[in-house]
């Protein structure tokens, strides 16, 4: 499709559990970023990809979380020994532009709660 | 360190009426500034952006904001509201030294007949 792609769409799952998250950007697009939504909030920065390397994760939250974009396309968010607090609307979004002023494209997010 | 401020949680218009939201913002540099919308259950949808040049930028549906680099905002704004503009708007600011974005909490708009 010509969008951007995430799944699941959601995801229950229980707490302590791992969870994968899955983003396939836009065709060609070279960033690549993570946010985090929760309800009546707005989106928080996690992660942001140029290209496979991880250009800035100073908003992940602890070390239980992790993302990769392997081949520079495709990226996984990764989430160990999940918490309660992990529930919310996982967002990936692409862009063409490397250094900020390009739009972002935003997937339709993945959904999570742990119970 | 980035930061944006939108400072009402709710606007509350008349359908016909014109419609402001707002946004303040904190950056090093020179700023990207953006305003995203969110319909019920969907992803963010882009509107329009200011990079650099002209102060007033026109965007989809309507939708116009003025950079005010003296007052550090960018408010949204429409000359008459319809009632299919309800939904969140957010407001974010990146630089050219900071690829990321970082977005407000967001504005519920809520457009009544």
């Known amino acids: 499709g010509a969008g951007v792609s995430q799944t699941p769409s959601n995801k229950v799952t229980e707490k302590g559990k791992y969870v994968e998250l899955r983003c396939d950007p836009i065709s060609g697009h070279t960033a690549l970023y993570w946010y985090r939504q929760s309800l009546g909030q707005g989106p928080e920065f996690l992660i942001y990809f140029q290209g496979t390397g991880a250009a800035d994760d100073s908003g992940l939250p602890n070390d239980r979380f992790f993302a990769v974009r392997p081949e520079g396309s495709v990226s996984t968010l990764k989430i160990q020994r999940t918490e309660r607090g992990d529930s919310a609307v996982y967002l990936c979004?692409?862009?063409?532009?490397?250094?900020?002023?390009?739009?972002?494209?935003f997937g339709e997010g993945s959904r999570l709660t742990v119970l | 360190a980035q930061s944006v401020a939108q400072p009402e949680d709710q606007v509350n218009v008349a359908e016909g009426n014109p419609l402001t939201v707002k946004c303040t913002y904190s950056?090093?540099?020179?700023?990207?500034l953006f305003w995203y919308v969110q319909y019920p259950n969907r992803g963010l949808q882009f509107l329009l952006k200011y990079i650099t040049g002209d102060n007033l930028v026109k965007g989809s549906y309507g939708f116009e904001a003025e950079f005010n680099k003296s007052q550090t905002s960018f408010h949204l704004k429409k000359p008459s509201a319809l009632v299919s503009d309800s939904a969140w708007y957010f407001c974010a600011v990146g630089s050219r030294s900071q690829g990321n974005l970082i977005f407000g909490k967001g504005t519920k708009l809520s457009v009544k007949p």
């Open positions: 979004a692409s862009s063409q532009q490397q250094l900020g002023g390009g739009e972002l494209f």
């Open positions: 950056v090093s540099g020179n700023p990207y």
